[in-house]
């Protein structure tokens, strides 16, 4: 597997540097949708004649914080929602530096109501089937990305 890293993709030097330290293989490509896919690489061993993408198939969108996906829900929201309603069926919001706690509390530097802010976030889940996965300690993102998509890929070989 190799993971794919949208090159528009910024400040993930952590999650680049867990990639490296534990010899995950990625690389860098424009990808429509999403910070991050993957591709399984030829492998005539095992049968595999090409490459294969995923990235239409699943991603996962970075937001580094919480004032980030404030102002996509806020000022940038109808090209979020554009984003999201063309993205793959199958895909996560990875939300890092943050709990759920910290919205509802109004732990976050922006004008962003949160009511309005936590309401905005179900309703995307709803509507665009984008489940929002809390990451308070980013040292951890490369770990989920990994195992994301290795855990999507053993499914996808099962049949689901």
Not at 42 to 56: H, P, T, V
Not at 88 to 97: D, F, M, Q, S, W
Not at 147 to 156: A, I, M, Q
Request: proline letters at 2%; charged letters at 30%; aromatic letters at 16%.
């Amino acid at each position: 597997m190799t993971i794919l890293v949208d090159t528009r993709e910024q400040k993930a030097d952590h999650i680049i540097g867990y990639f490296d330290r534990k010899s995950v293989n990625h690389k860098k490509k424009a990808l429509n949708y999403g910070d991050y896919s993957f591709m399984i690489p030829a492998n005539e061993k095992l049968g595999i004649q090409r490459d294969i993408y995923f990235d239409s198939k699943v991603c996962i969108e970075r937001k580094g914080s919480l004032e980030e996906i404030s102002g996509n829900l806020s000022k940038d929201r109808a090209r979020f929602e554009k984003e999201l309603s063309l993205a793959p069926e199958t895909k996560v919001i990875l939300l890092e530096n943050a709990n759920y706690s910290d919205i509802a509390d109004g732990n976050y530097n922006t004008q962003y109501n949160k009511k309005s802010f936590i309401g905005s976030l179900h309703s995307f889940w709803f509507k665009y089937n984008v489940p929002i996965f809390f990451m308070p300690d980013n040292k951890y993102s490369g770990l989920f990305i990994r195992l994301y998509f290795e855990y999507y890929f053993k499914n996808y070989l099962k049949g689901k």
